[in-house]
C-alpha cells in the first residue's frame, strides 16, 4: 500500500459515508449561497483533518454516526476559516482554485464563512456532546485569536521563536488537536479514558509539525505548486527558518530588511536575500530537525496495544505523511 | 416611570449581572484583539436583545445563571454580526463610533467577528442545554443567509414583498425569535412550555416590526441620527416603504430608477426622488399600518394571568417601545 492507502486503510468506509453528509451539507435554497458552497464542495483538499478525526475514534475505540458528524464539523470550521483566512490573506487562489473572495467579493465571502461555522455548529452539536461542542468552540476563538497575532506581529520589531509557536498553536496544531481528541473522546469511553490523551498529545505535536512543514516549504526554490518562494514574506509573515537564521547569523542591515518584509515595503531583492538568509544561515536545517522531532514525539504517544495494529500503523504513517518523508 | 424603566423594572438586578458578565468577557491578551474588544464594549446599544431573554425567562419562569449565560450569548453573537455587516456595507460609522474595519480594517474586523462568534457560543454552552446551542447556531446561519439574500436581491429585478420579508426574517426576527425562545426554555420548565409559543410568536413578529421601523425610519426628511434621507437606498438596498410605492405608485420610469438604485448606479436626485415616491405612492402609510399591526398581534400573543403583572406590563411597553409609540 501507498501512504495515503495505509492512513485510509482503517476508515475507508468510513471516509466514504462522511463524503456524502459533508456534500450533502453544502448547498442552499440561497442562489448566491449554493453557488459558493457547490463551488467550495469542488475542492477539498486530502481530508487530512476529518481523518484524524477517525482515526482517533478508532484507536480510541470505534468510528460511530456521532463520530461522523463531528468529523464533518471540524472540516466544516477549517473550510470556514480558510475563506475568511483567504480574505485576510487577500488571496486569489486556494487549492489551485479561486477564493470564494476572488469570485463574488469580500463582502460575500464574509457570510459565506459565516454560514459555514453555523453550519459547522449544527454538524457537532449532532455528536450530542456538551464537551465537544466546548473544544469546537474554544477551536474557533484559538483560529481567529491565532490570524490576529499573526497581525500584530507586523508591528513587532523582535525575532525571538516565541510569538512564533504562539501563532502556530492556535492558527494549526488546535485545528489537529481538537480533530483527535473529540473523535477520541466520541470513539471511546468519553473524556477520561487515556487514548484521549495520547491522541490529543500526539496530534498538538504533529499540528506543530505540519505548519513548520508548509513554512519550510515556503523558502524552496523549486517550490512544486509553481509559486516562487517567499510568499509568506510577500504577506510580511516570518516564519521559523528565517527567525532562527536572523538570530543565529544576521547582520544589522538583515534585521532592518527583516522589518521592512513584516511591513509589507521589501522590494523583490531583499525578498530574495532573506530566502536566501534562511537557506544560509542554517535556518531551514534547524527547522527541518525541529519538525522532524515533533513528528518523532508524536508517534512515542501511540501506546502499543491500544489499537488494532492496523490503526496505529495507520497513525503512524499519518505522521510521517505530515513531515512528506518517504515510507 | 418612563417606558425605558417600565420595560427593566423587572429584570433590573439580573441586568446588572449581565452586564458584569458581558464586559469581562470582553477582554483579551491578544493586544489588536483587546483594542477592539475594548472599543466594543464602550459603544453598546440599548441592550434590547438581552432584556428580551431576561422578560421572556421571566414571563416563563425565573431568571437564572443559565439565562444569564444565554443573554450574553445572543448579544455577543449579535456584536459578532454587526461586526461583519459593517464589513458588507462598507459602514465606517456604528452607533455613533467609527466601525472595527474603519479603525483596523475589513481584515481584523473580520478575524474579530470570528472571535466574537466562538465567544458567543462558549456563553451559549454554558446554559447547559443542546436545544439552545441548536437555535443559537441555527440563528447564526439565518443571520448570514439574510445577509447573503439581501446582496443577491441587487441582481434582481421585481419588486415583491415576499423577498423582502424572507431577508428581514432572517437578518432581524430571527434575532428577537431566538433571544426569546431561549430565555424562556431556560427560564420555564424547558421546550414543551406553553410560555416558550407565546414568547417566540411574540418576538418574531416584534422583530418583524422592529426591522419596518428602522426601514421607514430611512424615509423620514428630519432623520434624528442626522444622516440625510435614504441611506438604504445609497446602499441598494430597497425596503418595504418604496417596494409598496412602486408597485402601487411607480411609473415605467420609477421601476428604471429603482433598479439603478439596487445596481448602484443612481444619482442624488433620483435617491431623491425615490423617497418622494415612498411618501407620496403610501409606502410610508402602507409600512406604518403593518407595523403597527405586528405589534399589536405580538401583545396579542401575551397571555394574561401567565406571568406577574409587572411582567406583561413590560412586555407590552416593549413591543411599544420596539415601534416608537409613546406610552
Chains 1, 2 share one sequence.
Not at 72 to 94: F, K, N, P, W, Y
Not at 210 to 230: H, V
Not at 265 to 283: C, P, S
Amino acid at each position: 500500500m501507498n501512504p495515503l492507502e495505509l492512513i485510509m486503510h482503517p476508515v475507508e468506509q468510513d471516509l466514504k459515508r462522511y463524503q456524502t453528509l459533508f456534500n450533502d451539507s453544502l448547498c442552499s435554497d440561497n442562489p448566491l449561497l449554493d453557488m459558493a458552497l457547490t463551488h467550495l464542495a469542488k475542492r477539498q483538499g486530502k481530508r487530512m483533518r476529518p481523518i484524524l478525526v477517525m482515526l482517533a475514534a478508532r484507536y480510541a475505540g470505534r468510528v460511530t454516526d456521532k463520530v461522523l458528524h463531528a468529523a464533518v464539523g471540524v472540516e466544516m470550521l477549517h473550510t470556514a476559516s480558510l475563506v475568511h483566512d483567504d480574505i485576510v490573506d487577500e488571496s486569489d487562489m486556494r487549492r489551485g482554485q479561486a477564493s470564494v473572495n476572488a469570485l463574488w467579493g469580500a463582502q460575500a465571502a464574509v457570510l459565506v464563512g459565516d454560514y459555514l461555522f453555523s453550519k459547522s455548529m449544527q454538524h457537532c452539536l449532532l455528536s450530542g456532546s456538551l464537551g465537544v461542542m466546548e473544544l469546537i468552540a474554544k477551536l474557533g476563538q484559538d483560529l481567529a485569536d491565532g490570524e490576529l497575532l499573526q497581525l500584530d506581529l507586523t508591528h513587532r520589531d523582535t525575532f525571538s521563536d516565541e510569538p512564533y509557536y504562539q501563532v502556530i498553536d492556535r492558527k494549526t496544531a488546535a485545528l489537529f488537536f481538537t480533530s483527535a481528541r473529540v473523535g477520541a473522546m466520541l470513539g471511546g469511553n468519553g473524556e477520561d479514558d487515556k487514548a484521549v490523551e495520547e491522541m490529543s498529545h500526539y496530534a498538538h505535536l504533529l499540528g506543530r509539525a505540519f505548519q513548520l512543514r508548509d513554512d519550510i516549504f515556503d523558502f524552496d526554490w523549486q517550490n512544486q505548486s509553481g509559486k516562487p518562494a517567499g510568499n509568506d514574506l510577500r504577506e510580511g509573515k516570518l516564519t521559523l527558518p528565517l527567525l532562527y537564521a536572523l538570530q543565529q547569523a544576521g547582520t544589522p542591515e538583515d534585521h532592518a530588511m527583516a522589518l521592512r518584509v513584516r511591513h509589507g515595503e521589501a522590494t523583490d531583492a531583499e525578498i530574495h536575500r532573506m530566502v536566501q538568509l534562511a537557506h544560509e544561515g542554517g535556518g531551514i536545517d534547524y527547522a527541518t530537525g525541529q519538525m522532524n522531532r515533533l513528528a518523532d514525539e508524536a508517534i512515542a504517544r501511540l501506546e502499543p496495544g491500544r489499537a488494532p495494529v492496523e490503526v496505529t500503523d495507520a497513525l503512524r504513517a499519518y505522521a510521517h505523511f505530515v513531515v512528506g518523508r518517504e515510507l
